[in-house]
Antibody
Framework: EVQLVESGGGLVKPGGSLRLSCAAS????????MNWVRQAPGKGLEWVAS????????YYVESVQGRFTVSRDNAKSALYLQMNSLRVEDTAIYSC????????????WGQGNLVTVSS | DIQMTQSPSSLSASVGDRVTITCRAS??????LHWYQHKSGKAPQLLMF???SLQSGVPSRFSGSGSGTDFTLTITGLQPEDFATYYC?????????FGPGTEVEI
């Protein structure tokens, strides 16, 4: 059974940092592009970042470019999101999601982890 | 960046109705368009991938069509458990943008 479990969220002050983790199991992690998606309170889904299976190709939404860094450890089947210079508008539930093979969409999602940026 | 729009933003329907949601991309995305159902407090669920392919385990009352810039998601025979928000997403080019969502009220 595919499982994605996020951790590392919490309350942080504006300008602070936080590192999210996503533990994957039930599939060959190193073979899949992985993603972070967030949902701010009362808002829709927003794709945040993507990392290729090898970890060499990284993509970000413009609003987090230069502040967030996505990475992965294929030996540990783990995905990470390092978030620096956090802003109030980064407050959201952050979910990791697997991109299916052959461009078949985000087929498995974690339950999400709340990040609150507030003074 | 490719912008995604959806219409309507919300709709009210009855059990058994046929419901159609449209999604438009600001430029051609071939068939790299996916649909998700999201219920509050739960993880989003992939319904359709590559515009018209039904994800495994999803009821056949869901169907999708389209290519290029215009896409539709149809629910034929709406069920009470279909109350949710529906999002389209393009993965043709990064950033992989979502539409703003369509809230379906039963």
């Amino acid at each position: 059974e595919v499982q994605l479990v996020e951790s590392g969220g919490g309350l942080v002050k504006p300008g602070g940092s936080l590192r999210l983790s996503c533990a994957a199991s039930g599939f060959t992690f190193k073979s899949y592009t992985m993603n972070w998606v967030r949902q701010a309170p009362g808002k829709g889904l927003e794709w945040v970042a993507s990392i290729s299976p090898s970890g060499y190709l990284l993509y970000y939404v413009e609003s987090v470019q230069g502040r967030f860094t996505v990475s992965r450890d294929n030996a540990k089947s783990a995905l990470y999101l390092q978030m620096n210079s956090l802003r109030v508008e980064d407050t959201a539930i952050y979910s990791c999601a697997r991109y299916g093979s052959d461009g078949s969409g985000l087929d498995f999602w974690g339950q999400g982890n709340l990040v609150t940026v507030s003074s | 960046d490719i912008q995604m729009t959806q219409s309507p933003s919300s709709l009210s329907a009855s059990v058994g109705d046929r419901v159609t949601i449209t999604c438009r991309a600001s430029q051609g995305i071939s068939d790299y368009l996916h649909w998700y159902q999201h219920k509050s407090g739960k993880a989003p669920q992939l319904l359709m991938f590559r515009a018209s392919s039904l994800q495994s385990g999803v009821p056949s009352r869901f169907s999708g069509s389209g290519s290029g810039t215009d896409f539709t998601l149809t629910i034929t025979g709406l069920q009470p458990e279909d109350f949710a928000t529906y999002y389209c997403q393009q993965t043709f080019s990064a950033p992989w943008t979502f539409g703003p969502g369509t809230e379906v009220e039963i």
